[in-house]
């Protein structure tokens, strides 16, 4: 295995969405992170294609971009227009192909759950957005350290943080959360009173939709636990730089995340927990 050069170690970005979930896999989270230090370790990774529940929710977070560029304009946000939107962006992001899945089995399915989501965001989510500031890019360099903790938050308003999660669920987002906030912290001098994930659901065709709610999270605990995992990741990025090689990386083989479809690690040298034996 070769080492790493210096310039590798110049400078690493955590990156806010990070922060969560790592722990449900830190040796897969690491290589999705790190790709480069594992290739340049000699560890070659597996291609993951594009997955029908990523193009859904970047679609979803492409309508919401252009309703809050309407907002910041003084524009009246119009849901047709934000479905077009919606679905272009789906379009593009399936144009080289996408696994589908047991909720979006083929596009027809996933625009009809994107026109729910986007009803729910125009009638739910919109109408308690107040004094939207921007939904800009977040980047902060850690004092003393050679990491930069990088963010794009869905939406800064005056007071608070939001974000939109179009997953299962939108519960366990402390530390993405608390990444934002310490994001906030360091370009303004001020933690924002609020921390709010917008979960809206992608929800199966034959149900009735759910409709979107706001989950608030506590602003202390996200703060904390986006410490703590700023931490853990510092160090296993120091780790693996002096010693490359994924051994010192704990690895999770009963996540619902360890196999192919999800882990480009799944069946390689990276991670030979998940090697069959012959
Ligand atoms: S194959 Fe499984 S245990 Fe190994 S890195 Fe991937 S998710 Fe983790």
């Excluded at 027809?108 to 921007?134: G, T």
């Excluded at 963010?151 to 669920?169: E, N």
Aim: proline letters at 3%; glycine letters at 6%.
């Amino acid at each position: 295995m070769s080492g790493q050069n210096a310039e590798d170690t110049a400078e690493y970005i955590i990156r806010a969405s990070s922060l969560s979930g790592w722990n449900d896999c830190p040796r897969r989270n690491f290589a999705n992170a790190y790709k480069h230090l594992v290739k340049n370790a000699g560890y070659d990774l597996r291609e993951r294609g594009k997955l029908v529940s990523g193009a859904f929710g970047t679609s979803v977070h492409a309508a919401a971009a252009h309703a809050m560029r309407q907002k910041l304009s003084n524009l009246r946000v119009d849901e047709d227009d934000l479905n077009d939107v919606c679905v272009a962006k789906f379009d593009e992001e399936i144009a080289d192909g996408v696994s589908w899945d047991q909720s979006s089995k083929n596009r027809e399915n996933a625009i009809k759950q994107m026109k729910a989501c986007i009803a729910s965001y125009v009638y739910d989510v919109l109408p308690s957005i107040k004094d939207v500031e921007s939904f800009e890019r977040l980047d902060l360099a850690m004092v003393k350290t050679d990491k930069n903790l990088s963010g794009h938050a869905d939406l800064v308003t005056k007071t608070s943080i939001r974000d939109i999660k179009t997953g299962r669920s939108g519960d366990g987002c402390h530390g993405q959360m608390g990444g934002y906030a310490l994001l906030q912290l360091a370009n303004t001098d001020k933690l924002p009173d609020e921390l709010i994930v917008d979960h809206i659901p992608r929800s199966a065709v034959t149900k009735p939709y759910p409709g979107a709610v706001a989950i608030k999270y506590d602003v202390r605990v996200c703060v904390a636990e986006a410490a703590t995992m700023i931490d853990i990741i510092s160090r296993t990025i120091d780790e693996f730089v002096k010693k490359p090689g994924p051994i010192l990386i704990p690895a999770n083989t009963m996540s619902i995340l360890c196999g192919e479809k999800y882990c480009t690690a799944f069946g390689t040298d990276y991670c030979e927990l998940s090697k069959k034996v012959s």
